[in-house]
C-alpha cells in the first residue's frame, strides 16, 4: 500500500487571480486601507444587495465588537449568546462590560431558538448574538420578531454564513441590526485575516467607520483624495485599530467572485458525504426546512450515536492514523474555565450543547478536496465505525 499524504482539516482555495492582486497591492505603494478595501466593500455589497452597506475590517471578532459598541452595549447589559459558539462571540460583550447570557441550543441544528431566546429575556437584555452553526441559519422571523417585541437588539454572526440563504433571502439582508461575516482562513472564503460588517442602519455603518480606525472622522485614503489639507483629522472618540488594509482586500475581492462556486461545491460534497454516510450510527447535519433556504457548507458536522460503540475522542484519533484531519464545532462555551467560572455554569444548565459537544466530530470539507480526497474520508469513516 502506497503512503498517502495526511489530509488537512482545512485548507484556503487561493488562486493566481489572489496572488497577482496581492502583488499589484505591493507594488501600488499603497498597502493599508485605501482603494482595494473600497472596492471590496463595494463588490460585498453588492453581492448581498437590498440596500446593505458593508465596512471591512481585520477580523470578524472586531466587527462584532464595533457593532455592540454602536449599539451603544454597556456595563449592566446583557447579551444573549448560544453556548454552542466560538468565544469570540461572547468575548466582545466582555469588552464593552456587558455580560454574556448562555443559552442552550436546538438538537436538530444547534443553533439558537427562539424559545430558548424567551427564557433567558429580562430586562437588562440588550442585544441577542444567534449564530448560524456550520452555516445554517437560525429560524429567524421568529427570533427577530421575539427581539422586536421586546425592544431587543439582533447581531447577527454570520461567520458561518457566507452565503446562507434564509427564506429565500441572503444572510445580511435580514431585519436584523447587524450582520457580521468572518474571512479567517478556514471560513468560507478567507483574506487571511478579516471580517466585514453589514447594516442597512447608515447611522450605525457610520459609527463602525470611526469607531474602525482610532475614533478618526476621516480614513487616510479619504484625506489624500480630499481637497481639504491631507493633514488634517479631528479625532471625535476614542476608537479602535480594527481597519482592513488592502492587502488583505486584494484577497477578498477576488474570493468574493468565486463564493457561489465554492458554495455549489460545499453543496455537492455535503450531499455526497450525506449519501455515502446514511446508514451509519451518525447523526448527519441538519439540512435547511424551508424552501428557497440554503446551507453556506462551512462545516460538515456529525455526531457519534451511542451504537456506534466508539467515544468521539477515539474517533478523532483513528481516523487521524488513517490519514484524515478532523476537528470538534465547538468546545461549548460554558465548559471554557473564563465563562464557566466567570459565570458559574455547569453542563446540566445546556444538555443539548453538552450531548452534542461529547458526540460530534467535523469531518475535513473544503473546496480544494478533490473527488479521491473525499472518497478517503468516507472510508475511513466506514472503516474506523466498522462498516
Ligand atoms: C471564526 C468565528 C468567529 C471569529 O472570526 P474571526 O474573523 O477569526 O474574528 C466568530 N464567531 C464564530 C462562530 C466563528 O466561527
Redesign the pocket.
Known amino acids: 500500500m502506497s503512503e498517502q499524504k495526511f489530509l488537512p482539516f482545512a485548507l484556503p482555495d487561493i488562486g493566481e487571480e489572489e496572488i497577482n492582486e496581492v502583488v499589484d497591492t505591493l507594488r501600488s505603494g499603497w498597502v493599508t486601507t485605501g482603494p482595494k478595501t473600497k472596492q471590496f466593500e463595494a463588490d460585498f455589497a453588492a453581492f448581498l444587495g437590498d440596500g446593505v452597506e458593508a465596512i471591512a475590517v481585520n ?4 466587527g ?1 465588537h464595533l457593532a455592540l459598541e454602536a449599539l451603544g452595549v454597556g456595563p449592566g447589559d446583557e447579551v444573549i449568546v448560544p453556548t454552542y ?2 468565544t ?2 461572547a468575548e466582545v460583550v466582555r469588552y464593552l462590560g456587558a455580560d454574556p447570557v448562555f443559552i442552550d441550543v436546538d438538537p436538530a441544528t444547534l443553533n439558537m431558538t427562539a424559545e430558548g431566546l424567551r427564557a433567558a429575556i429580562t430586562p437588562k437584555t440588550k442585544v441577542v448574538m444567534p ?1 448560524h452553526f456550520a452555516g445554517l441559519a437560525c429560524d429567524m422571523d421568529a427570533i427577530i420578531a421575539l427581539a422586536r417585541e421586546h425592544g431587543i437588539k439582533v447581531v447577527e ?1 454570520a ?2 454564513a457566507l452565503p446562507t440563504l434564509y427564506k429565500g433571502r441572503l444572510i445580511g439582508t435580514l431585519d436584523s441590526d447587524v450582520t457580521v461575516f ?3 482562513a478556514n ?1 468560507t472564503m478567507t483574506t487571511g ?3 466585514m460588517v453589514v447594516s442597512k442602519n447608515k447611522d450605525l455603518i457610520a459609527r463602525c467607520k470611526v469607531m474602525r480606525l482610532h475614533g478618526i472622522s476621516r480614513d487616510a485614503f479619504d484625506r489624500y483624495q480630499s481637497k481639504t489639507p491631507a493633514w488634517f483629522y479631528e479625532v471625535i472618540a476614542p476608537g479602535f485599530k480594527y481597519n482592513m488594509p488592502d492587502i488583505c482586500a486584494a484577497l477578498g475581492l477576488h474570493q468574493l467572485k468565486k463564493i457561489r462556486r465554492f458554495q455549489q461545491q460545499r453543496e455537492e460534497m455535503a450531499t455526497r458525504f450525506d449519501a455515502e454516510l446514511c446508514d451509519l450510527p451518525l447523526i448527519l447535519p441538519a439540512r435547511p426546512l424551508e424552501g428557497g433556504s440554503e446551507h453556506a457548507w462551512h462545516l460538515y458536522p456529525v455526531r457519534l450515536k451511542p451504537e456506534a460503540g466508539i467515544s468521539r475522542d477515539d474517533f478523532i484519533a483513528r481516523m487521524s492514523e488513517k490519514g484524515v484531519g478532523c476537528s470538534v464545532h465547538f468546545i461549548p462555551l460554558h465548559l471554557h474555565p473564563v465563562w464557566r467560572d466567570g459565570y458559574g455554569l455547569t453542563p446540566a444548565d445546556f444538555p443539548v450543547a453538552q450531548a452534542a459537544f461529547e458526540a460530534e466530530v467535523t469531518l475535513p470539507l473544503y473546496t480544494r478536496m478533490s473527488a479521491g480526497d473525499q472518497a478517503r474520508v468516507i472510508a475511513a469513516v466506514r472503516e474506523v465505525l466498522g462498516a
Open positions: 477580523s470578524a471578532t472586531s462584532l459558539t466560538f469570540a462571540t449564530v454572526d461567520a458561518h468572518s474571512f479567517y471560513k485575516e478579516g471580517g
